[in-house]
């Protein structure tokens, strides 16, 4: 009998509907039950790509004799992380400042007050490697209730009294100037691993959004070892096995330091990110390997994360059916020599093994291989490789596919429009901007409501219960902004001033600057969440912040720049210290210093052949952060369009900057110079 997650709208929480054990979802009927009860409360926190939490399913939460004693002694929670980013951030940071590390499955034990008091991730049915089973903790958690209550409350105060008192400080409220940007650039330059790309040893995550930072800094300043950092690590991730050779798209991360072995699940988020910072490696340098896997990454997202109502799924599943009925990593993307023949014959097979990297003892499990494209000075036929990548493409897609996450995040959802807008503008595809549209009209029509407030999620073109958090107001605002610079179409400027004003209203210490990560109005949790920092997403504060200086550049408001440059009061503390994990926020900077510029195109029309000339090479332009508006003259479609005429009666392009403009101009040439020095 399905319990009470069965009418959920997360994926991850409706994989456990059939569980023998009674879940709740995070609600404040869960905690009055267990106040009614006199019973801890179990916490169970994951999503649904990730391997060991369907590995714990599997062994405990699915075992009838688990779950009668969970039912009996503890009410049992589960929440999808990627719904309730606010819930998993607070007890995480609980649970690593306790242990030292965390990750997911998360499992911690709360009091009926929420006040968490025992911790841990994965547990296993029996003791191994020096773990205690699940059954072993469950026990020792129940006697410690019973028996030794008091304990249990100085434990879950004292923990809630020292995450009260880990407030973030931050440096102040001044924005980052040369001196912290070029000690950034140093500090990755350190990190920096030059035989293999990206920074840090194993495991290895793209780190997207401090590309995006060393080409802004090498646009504002020339600095030839930022964009030599950048261009060699989308190189050796785009020839590497995080990357799918045959279908496009990169998984989460690679095991190894040298990108060849990935964790298999497929996010949302990196494909947006690496789709959009490809296209830029491909604007700054002209590289035909970022435009094709720009372009690849786009596709892939089209095809296969698009949902029916036009938004974006969030994940694709590391794990599928390896064709015997078994869950097996990895086993939908990698193959063996044998499997070449079967799918191509001896010669293509031999032909595809060489180009692939494709070995008799694999560089996987069991003999099989990732595909990559080790680096060789081999020169290939172009016609027979795309024959060999098509007909192994057909081959693979007759395998079990990988399940798929189809719940909409509003902030991925807004990650993905800016990417695709963009790639599509630049490499002359309209049908990526019409994807980017439709996931925006999705977003309008579902996830806001009358004020302008967003839900996070939505399935199935219904809205989730949750409220929005400050990554989802600043992401989705950073899309409308794109669409609004490629498409010419003021209203998603609008939607944009209207996220950005609950920014302002809601999300801001008004006293500091910092900015929370929920709204003020939002569930009390036993603390406000607030991180800073750029992990697999850019954070909620880095992407308000960049997001708030785009609008104001646009419309010149002063409250939404003095709010940008105060955020970014964080990244001087961070930048020079952990520049890896501020990247957004660096990238951010480097447009604050730059101005940002803002150019605007004025034309007869936006079908006029000349003034699309003109629109195109201003987004081509590499200057951080540039925004761009087009539109008739006269125009009231933005703000930047007002008083700029024709140059007799040709297309011109106005170019701004620190409340300075330079002479309007009608030459592509000229426009294109003004926005690369």
């Known amino acids: 009998m399905p319990n009470r997650l069965a009418h959920e709208t997360s994926p991850y929480l409706l994989q456990h509907a059939d569980n023998p054990v009674d879940w709740w979802p995070w609600s404040e009927e869960a905690f009055e039950e267990a106040r009614r009860s006199d019973r801890p409360v179990l916490l169970s926190v994951g999503y649904s790509s990730c391997h060991w939490c369907h590995v714990m399913a599997h062994e ?109 400080s931050y440096g102040g409220t001044e924005a980052p100037g040369e001196q912290e940007l070029a000690q950034a650039l140093l500090g990755l330059t350190r990190e920096y691993d030059p035989q293999r790309g990206g920074f840090g040893g194993a495991p290895k995550f793209p780190p997207s959004m401090v590309i995006e930072f060393l080409l802004r800094h090498h646009a504002r300043t020339g600095a030839e070892g930022a964009l030599q950092m950048a261009q060699d ?52 340098t002209g590289s035909d390997l970022a435009r094709r896997v720009a372009l690849e990454t786009a596709d892939f997202m089209v095809r296969e994360l698009r949902t029916e109502q036009g938004g974006f799924a969030s994940a694709l599943d ?38 692939f990297g494709v070995t008799e003892e694999g560089t996987f499990e069991e003999g099989a291989s990732v595909l990559q494209l080790p680096q060789r000075d081999e020169v290939f036929e172009a016609g027979r490789i795309a024959s060999v990548r098509q007909r192994l493409l057909e081959r693979r897609a007759s395998r079990p596919a990988p399940g798929r996450d189809d719940k909409v995040v509003a902030a991925w959802n807004g990650l993905a429009i800016a990417a695709l807008a963009e790639t599509g503008a630049y490499f002359d595809r309209p049908d990526l901007v019409e994807a980017a549209v439709g996931a925006a009209d999705l977003l309008v029509r579902v996830h806001l409501d009358e004020q302008a407030r967003l839900t996070r999620t939505s399935k199935d073109g219904r809205a989730g219960a949750n409220a929005g958090v400050l990554e989802d107001y600043g992401d989705v605002a950073e899309g409308f902004l794109a669409l609004a610079s490629v498409t010419g179409e003021g209203v998603w400027l609008d ?95 480097e447009a604050l210093l730059d101005g940002p510029r803002e150019v605007a195109v004025v034309g007869p029309s936006l079908s006029d052949e000349a003034t699309k000339t003109l629109h195109r090479t201003a987004l081509l332009g590499t200057a951080p952060g540039a925004v761009v508006a087009v539109g008739a003259a006269e125009s009231d479609e933005f703000p930047l369009l007002a008083d700029r005429p024709l140059q007799q009666g040709a297309p011109a392009a106005y170019v701004c900057r620190n409340f300075t403009c330079d002479a309007p101009t009608t030459d592509p040439k000229r426009l294109r110079e003004a926005l690369s020095s």
């Not at 209730?145 to 008091?150: K, L, V």
């Not at 040298?258 to 990196?270: A, G, Q, S």
């Not at 997001?547 to 503390?573: C, D, I, Q």
């Open 60 to 168: 405990s939460f699915e075992d009838e004799a688990t779950a009668d004693f969970l039912n009996a002694h503890f009410v049992n929670v589960k929440v999808d992380r990627e719904e309730r980013p606010d819930v998993d951030a607070v007890y995480m940071e609980a649970v690593q400042a306790a242990t030292g590390q965390g990750g997911w499955p998360m499992t911690v034990f709360l009091t009926p007050e929420a006040e968490p008091f025992y911790f841990g991730t994965y547990f296993p049915p029996a003791p191994r490697h020096g773990m205690p089973s699940f059954r072993q903790v469950l026990e020792g958690v129940r006697s410690a209730w019973t028996d030794r209550r008091d304990e249990v409350a100085e434990v879950a105060g004292k923990i809630v009294r020292d995450l009260a008192g880990r407030e973030i």
């Open 233 to 284: 690590t989308g190189e050796r991730m785009a020839r590497g096995g995080i990357y799918d050779q045959l279908g496009g798209g990169f998984a989460r991360y690679s095991v190894d330091r040298d990108w060849v072995v990935p964790h298999f699940e497929k996010m949302l988020y990196d494909n947006a990110l690496l789709c959009r910072v490809y296209a830029h490696l491909w604007r700054a």
């Open 318 to 355: 590391a794990d599928s059916d390896d064709g015997t009925g078994r869950h097996v990593e990895g086993a939908y993307y990698v193959w063996t020599p044998g499997q070449l023949r079967e799918a191509l014959g001896d010669d293509d097979a031999e032909l595809a093994a060489r180009y």
């Open 495 to 589: 939607f944009a001033g209207f996220l950005l004003d609950h920014v302002l209203a809601r999300f801001v210490d008004e006293e500091s600057g910092a900015l929370y990560d929920t709204a003020a109005d939002a569930e009390r949790l036993i603390r406000r969440p607030q991180d800073p920092t750029d992990n697999a997403v850019p954070s909620g504060w880095s992407a308000a912040a960049g997001a708030l200086l785009g609008y104001a550049a646009h419309t010149g408001s002063e409250p939404h720049r003095r709010a940008a440059e105060r955020a970014l009061g964080v990244v001087k503390a961070l930048g020079p210290r952990v520049p890896r994990f501020i990247g957004w926020g660096l990238a951010v900077a």
